[in-house]
């Protein structure tokens, strides 16, 4: 995290400091949930918010053509594949995470690991990462208003840090390699 410089993504796009960047990570397609991420960047009327989608994948498309004013305005981004995801993940205050279905998210741990505040679907093993309330916000799947809601939780920043820190903390126990390795060892008996 310390490593990871700061500042880059809100200059590169023009985004002042009192915005509110929510971030979307991963594979752009139906079953990651970005129909109702659309749904809900339309419901959404507090402007304060931008919306920045990184990846590649059919739903860009999508979001050109739902989201013509949005993109115009400057509320909405799309960045397409990027190798600097860590330093967008640095510079986002929300990560939004609304897949239909999910094992165990890389990109999860790796917004947590940047201490983005995460705003995810109740589904998988997200709740192994975020506990709702305590380390983010948790909502349920296929519903644009829950993401509505769960932008209005996180829009204050002491939340934001409260649930980032705690996320940061639990994520470093619980997924450190040190305890992986330990928890194979003893499953391997090594």
Do not use: Q
Not at 92 to 109: K, M, P, Y
Not at 160 to 181: G, H, P
Request: glycine share 10%.
């Amino acid at each position: 995290y310390e490593s990871v410089p700061s500042g880059i993504l809100r200059k590169e796009l023009g985004i002042g400091e009192d915005k509110i960047i929510v971030t979307s990570v991963g594979r752009v397609v139906e079953t990651k949930g970005h129909s109702y991420t659309i749904d809900a960047i339309k419901l959404m009327h507090d402007d304060r918010f931008v919306y920045v989608v990184v990846g590649d994948g059919d739903y860009l498309e999508v979001y050109r053509e739902k989201c013509k004013e949005e993109i115009a305005n400057g509320r909405v981004f799309l960045l397409g594949r990027r190798s600097d995801v860590y330093s967008i993940l640095k510079d986002s205050d929300i990560f939004l995470f609304a897949t239909l279905n999910e094992n165990h998210s890389i990109a999860l741990l790796e917004a947590v690991n940047m201490k983005c505040c995460a705003l995810v679907t109740d589904i998988g093993g997200n709740p192994e990462i975020i506990r709702d309330g305590i380390s983010g916000v948790l909502m349920p799947r296929k519903d644009p208003g829950a993401i509505v809601d769960g932008l209005i939780k996180l829009k204050d920043k002491g939340t934001r840090k409260k649930y980032t820190e705690a996320a940061y903390i639990e994520c470093k126990d619980k997924f450190s390699v040190e305890n992986t390795y330990g928890k194979l060892e003893k499953i391997f008996g090594a």
